[in-house]
């Protein structure tokens, strides 16, 4: 019967090996905790040297743990399989047993409290969307990483600088290529600028969206696809009583448009991250090319002990997980704290520091609210593929409608 031991060893060993394979498996994969720590301080010796040297590994585990590792490195290099097929089917393994063994203990732990029935329904559906099946990415070599690399080099000559989604704002696909797969952007802004709107724009634009609603009821969200569609006022929907002849032309040509749209609405009020994994994969698999989550800081994690801080950390880093899974781009809304009324920075990202290192793409998004018609702008504070801009917006307060504002001095970016 092979265990874990033997599983965590062999694969251990293969990564001194081939280093590639320490992208397929994560430390919590691991169920011992040396392994985990092993196999955290692999994957950060990788990134400092660029390789896995037995010396150089040596010593970094000796200025990192304060003991003399070479001889476990050594015994783990005996060990590490020799047909590299191995090392997949090894992962693969591992993952499972992982996966059953934290069921088997959160379970336990579940039937010992004293909850309400429903309350330990509930808990046991987040505990089995989190533990749901992970797909072991084939290793790839570096020959077939460069093949891809000049692939992409050759579809940016051919189809120009749009590579990814294409937004609908012309500047900031040109400043970001479009949403990339595989990337996370965050929009930010303090209530009632228009996160929200944003999104929705984008979304009628990109049409094969899925749209997790964490705030609003999506039949809030599809009024005003309408509204922005048709150039009706969202108030004036309320009260179609009112309507002219003129008035229901416009909202026949937006209903027609909209619902031939191929977006999918996730309507849950504050979901689990993992409920998302699970919605956003199937909705993928059915041909979604963006994910959007509207806003991050409602979403909830399965785990209820988390702190604030640490659930917010725990799903801007499922959020980043879900773009590289899913190979989609994912666009989070997000709020800002009080401090960054005015102004705002990446620092004013309410509730983690860790959203700015797992987003690729920060954008500040602000208006003037006091006068009409209302400009603002969307200002980049975090752009890992690009320049830091600030792109001037217009907002139709009525319609819900952004657009990119035209400047008789229009430079380009």
């Known amino acids: 019967?092979?265990?874990?031991?033997?599983?965590?060893?062999?694969?251990?060993?293969?990564?001194?090996?081939?280093?590639?394979?320490?992208?397929?498996?994560?430390?919590?994969?691991?169920?011992?905790?040396?392994?985990?720590?092993?196999?955290?301080?692999?994957?950060?010796?990788?990134?400092?040297?660029?390789?896995?040297?037995?010396?150089?590994?040596?010593?970094?585990?000796?200025?990192?743990?304060?003991?003399?590792?070479?001889?476990l490195i050594s015994e783990y290099l005996d060990l590490a399989p020799e047909n590299r097929d191995l090392d997949e089917h090894y992962a693969k393994t591992l993952v499972d047993m992982s996966r059953k063994a934290r069921l088997d203990r959160e379970v336990s732990k579940l039937a010992e409290l004293e909850l309400p029935v429903d309350e330990k329904i509930a808990s046991l559906q987040s505990l089995m969307q989190s533990v749901q099946p992970r797909v072991i990415k084939p290793v790839k070599t570096m020959k077939a990483m460069v093949r891809e690399v000049v692939g992409q080099i050759e579809e940016r000559f051919q189809n120009g600088d749009i590579t990814g989604v294409a937004t609908g704002f012309p500047k900031l696909d040109q400043v970001i290529g479009g949403l990339q797969q595989q990337d996370l952007y965050v929009v930010a802004a303090r209530p009632s600028i228009g996160k929200t709107a944003f999104a929705v724009n984008i979304a009628l634009h990109v049409s094969n969206t899925a749209f997790v609603s964490a705030e609003q009821p999506t039949n809030q969200i599809i009024q005003r696809m309408?509204?922005?569609?048709?150039?009706?006022?969202?108030?004036?929907?309320?009260?179609?009583?009112?309507?002219?002849?003129?008035?229901?032309?416009?909202?026949?040509?937006?209903?027609?448009?909209v619902s031939e749209l191929d977006?999918?609405?996730?309507?849950?009020?504050?979901?689990?991250?993992?409920?998302?994994?699970?919605?956003?994969?199937?909705?993928?698999?059915?041909?979604?090319?963006?994910?959007?989550?509207?806003?991050?800081?409602?979403?909830?994690?399965?785990?209820?002990?988390?702190?604030?801080?640490?659930?917010?950390?725990?799903?801007?880093?499922?959020?980043?997980?879900?773009?590289?899974?899913?190979?989609?781009?994912?666009?989070?809304?997000?709020?800002?704290?009080?401090?960054?009324?005015?102004?705002?920075?990446?620092?004013?990202?309410?509730?983690?520091?860790?959203?700015?290192?797992?987003?690729?793409?920060?954008?500040?998004?602000?208006?003037?609210?006091?006068?009409?018609?209302?400009?603002?702008?969307?200002s980049m504070e975090k752009n890992r593929h690009g320049p830091l801009v600030s792109i001037p917006l217009y907002f139709e307060t009525q319609t819900m409608k952004f657009g990119e504002a035209v400047n008789d001095e229009d430079d380009e970016i």
């Open 1 to 71: 019967m092979i265990t874990y031991e033997y599983l965590e060893s062999r694969l251990l060993g293969a990564a001194l090996k081939r280093p590639e394979i320490l992208s397929i498996l994560s430390p919590t994969d691991f169920m011992s905790e040396q392994s985990r720590m092993l196999w955290s301080a692999f994957r950060d010796a990788r990134n400092k040297y660029q390789t896995l040297d037995p010396v150089l590994l040596a010593n970094y585990l000796h200025e990192e743990f304060h003991q003399d590792l070479s001889t």
């Open 226 to 257: 309408i509204a922005i569609d048709s150039g009706l006022a969202v108030h004036k929907m309320r009260n179609p009583r009112k309507f002219g002849d003129h008035e229901w032309a416009r909202i026949t040509s937006g209903v027609r448009n």
């Open 263 to 378: 977006t999918q609405m996730f309507d849950e009020p504050a979901p689990t991250v993992e409920e998302i994994h699970v919605w956003a994969t199937k909705a993928v698999e059915r041909g979604a090319k963006l994910v959007i989550v509207d806003y991050l800081q409602r979403i909830r994690a399965a785990d209820r002990k988390l702190s604030a801080y640490e659930r917010v950390s725990h799903v801007a880093m499922s959020l980043k997980e879900l773009a590289r899974n899913l190979n989609v781009p994912v666009l989070s809304l997000a709020q800002i704290n009080r401090e960054g009324a005015k102004n705002a920075r990446m620092e004013h990202l309410k509730g983690s520091g860790d959203i700015e290192q797992e987003a690729d793409v920060i954008m500040m998004l602000d208006r003037d609210i006091e006068n009409l018609p209302s400009n603002g702008y969307l």
